[in-house]
């Protein structure tokens, strides 16, 4: 299995209140990306990073900022969590050297906002 | 953009084969990923297709077919443990390995 950590596994918060998941990888892979997956939508690419300090939005990134200090974190913030982003977070990396390298997904964060 | 197709569930019965289908519009191609996911566990990798064509492995199949936008997975001799989601995943021409998901495929193997 790659070596993807993410935490934490569930988080229960209030709306309005700051939260930040990690994503840690022991791969040394190039890219690293966070989706959020909800019934009826599957997954969707939040924000995505191509090295360090290098990162870019995905399709749904209202709401949500990234940073990539180091090659092995990527941290998601939501800067103020609203019951919309109630969702499950996956993380994923991919090494990007030839065009068949898959992603490999974290185990995902539960995160409910009330 | 791109815009991806597949089944919202099947049901199959064990021992038997089952074909999950998936068609595809994109600005660009650059390879499709058939992705298994079991219930509240991570996606996990399970083919890749990007020339037209049958790529087998083991109980499991796909096909691509880029002049039709179409792929398919084969599952061959199914087991209850195939019961889970399957993901249809395309890799356009946007770069940065960036790939757009499908809804997936909910299958159910009956006895």
């Known amino acids: 299995d790659a070596g993807i950590t993410q935490s934490p596994r569930h988080k229960v918060t209030e709306t309005g209140t700051p939260v930040t998941l990690r994503c840690h990888q022991t791969?040394?892979?190039?890219?690293m990306y966070w989706y959020r997956q909800d019934p009826g939508h599957g997954l969707r690419l939040i924000h995505y990073?191509?090295?360090?300090?290098?990162?870019d939005k995905g399709e749904v990134s209202d709401g949500y900022s990234v940073s990539r200090s180091k090659t092995e974190d990527f941290l998601l913030t939501l800067e103020s969590a609203t019951s919309s982003q109630t969702s499950v977070y996956f993380c994923?990396?991919?090494?990007?050297?030839?065009?068949?390298?898959?992603?490999?997904f974290g185990d995902g964060t539960r995160l409910s906002i009330l | 953009g791109q815009n991806i197709d597949q089944p919202t569930e099947m049901t199959a019965t064990e021992g038997a084969i089952v074909q999950i289908n998936c068609t595809y519009q994109?600005?660009?191609?650059?390879?499709l990923f058939w992705y298994q996911q079991h219930a509240g566990e991570a996606p996990t990798f399970l083919s890749y297709?990007?020339?037209?064509g049958l790529e087998e492995k083991g109980r499991f199949s796909s096909f691509l077919s880029r002049s039709k936008g179409y792929s398919y997975l084969l599952l061959k001799e199914l087991q209850m443990k195939d019961s889970a989601s399957y993901l249809c995943?395309?890799?356009?021409?946007?770069?940065?390995?960036?790939?757009?998901f499908g809804i997936g495929t909910k299958l159910q193997v009956i006895p």
């Open positions: 994923a990396i991919s090494d990007g050297g030839k065009s068949n390298q898959p992603q490999h």
């Open positions: 791969e040394n892979h190039r890219y």
């Open positions: 990073s191509y090295g360090v300090k290098d990162t």
């Open positions: 994109t600005s660009g191609f650059n390879g």
């Open positions: 297709n990007v020339l037209d």
């Open positions: 995943a395309v890799r356009g021409s946007g770069g940065y390995q960036k790939v757009t």
